[in-house]
């Protein structure tokens, strides 16, 4: 059996706003202004005399906003930061600056934008194919570029790539690199917007069928009986060596997303619908003994029945590879094949 191997999750975002714009110079004064605030925050506009200076206001008007700011005197070289009310979006300020100096009079105007915004969010969809070089997210402002790291199995870098981008809010934007094949378990990107704004995010895709003996169960009947729980004992030790390698090679943030999925599979003997029952009385009794047994992670269960067969059959065909159950660990329901339907509980 086949299982889907891209799964996207985001489990880091980071935000950083760019610093102040470059200095402006005039006679009087050197200026430098935020351009880029969070929403609700104060815009921000620093004042460098450049030469010792008294009285000074600050007019700052925008459209109907209007704002004075009212300083004593200034030295030589020493910074002033002013802080001042805007309101979210974009807005254009006009700044008009007076100081008396020892020659008199002083006078600046000059305009600046400051967007004050909310955090940068991103959303990744289920389009989403990290082995086929192809990542598809949303995002509440436009986008200009990703910064794409693209790592194999083993942990190794495979792509290292900055690519433009037109991405629209709210609209699917693809972010596609090189095919790099199946082996592909994690991405890390940085999406930076038109602002400057960025937000980290890593998608990892995961899965692991993990090797087991099955457990034979009576004709017609869903109880782990005595002397089949040493298999399940070993199955356990099993998914938490696999552990130990998830965490390793996507970190432990990632790890934390991992859920062992327990699919229980019959043969063809009997009516679809009681194989259906069947298969999952037998997966949930053994998802409920590795939870009982000491299992960590969570827990997931699901009965397929006839459908997902091993060997394929005709149908009332005895073929024991098919009665079964399949262990798998993942960061996200398995959901192709017999399991396209999903149907996945979780104890």
Do not use: C
């Amino acid at each position: 059996m086949r299982f889907p191997k891209l799964s996207a999750v985001l489990v880091a975002a980071l935000l950083a706003l760019p610093g102040l714009a470059a200095a402006q110079d005039s006679a009087q004064f050197a200026y430098r202004t935020q351009e880029v605030v969070g929403k609700g925050e104060p815009g921000v506009l620093v004042l460098l005399p450049q030469k010792e200076v008294r009285d000074v206001v600050i007019n700052l008007t925008a459209g109907k906003l209007r704002q004075t700011i009212k300083r004593g005197g200034m030295a030589v070289g020493a910074e002033q930061r002013i802080t001042f009310k805007t309101p979210p979006g974009v807005t254009e300020w006009h700044a008009e600056v007076t100081a008396r100096t020892p020659e008199g009079p002083a006078r600046m105007e000059f305009d600046f934008k400051v967007a004050a915004l909310d955090d940068l969010k991103i959303q990744l969809s289920r389009e989403t194919n990290l082995p086929a070089g192809r990542l598809v997210l949303q995002s509440n402002r436009p986008l200009k570029t990703a910064e794409v790291v693209v790592f194999d199995k083993g942990g190794q870098e495979v792509v290292n790539t900055i690519i433009d981008l037109d991405a629209q809010p709210g609209q699917p934007t693809v972010v596609a690199w090189k095919e790099t094949g199946p082996d592909i378990r994690r991405v890390d990107l940085k999406l930076t917007d038109d602002y400057g704004l960025w937000s980290q995010l890593r998608a990892v895709s995961w899965y692991a069928e993990v090797a087991h003996e099955d457990v034979i169960f009576e004709s017609g009947k869903w109880d782990v009986r005595p002397g089949e729980t040493e298999k399940l004992e070993r199955a356990i030790t099993a998914v938490n060596e696999e552990l130990i390698r998830f965490r390793e090679e996507l970190g432990q943030d990632a790890a934390t997303d991992a859920a062992l999925f327990v699919a229980g599979h019959t043969d063809t003997v009997g009516s679809d619908g009681d194989n259906a029952v069947l298969s999952e009385k037998r997966a949930r009794a053994i998802a409920e003994y590795f939870r009982s047994h000491g299992l960590k992670v969570p827990v997931y269960y699901h009965g397929a029945g006839e459908h997902g067969l091993a060997v394929e059959t005709g149908d009332n065909v005895d073929e024991a590879r098919n009665r079964r159950a399949v262990y798998v660990l993942s960061n996200a329901p398995p959901g192709t094949g017999a399991y396209a339907a999903g149907g996945w509980r979780r104890l």
